[in-house]
């Protein structure tokens, strides 16, 4: 009977691999920040309206948090696009 645990670190195994991520991970994930904050901003105001009928102002913060989602999105794209070498 073979255990799972030899054939896990034989495909799993990286010289390289420190478990880290590394300065390119980083500065990727640091470059999305506004758009991941503005989705948990709208997450957020998603969840306080469950269980309950949304109110007016309900409305007005999701709409609010959406619109700041497109707006982040928006800029990330042309930020990636100016990056990559071009204008999209």
Known sequence: MN???A???AVTAAASFDGEPSDAELDAIELEMPAILADVVLL???IMTIGRT???LDHQRIRRARRRVLAARRDLTNRTATVAGGAA
């Open 44 to 46: 957020d105001a998603q």
């Open 3 to 5: 255990t799972i645990a």
């Open 54 to 56: 949304p109110s007016e």
């Open 7 to 9: 054939r896990h670190a």
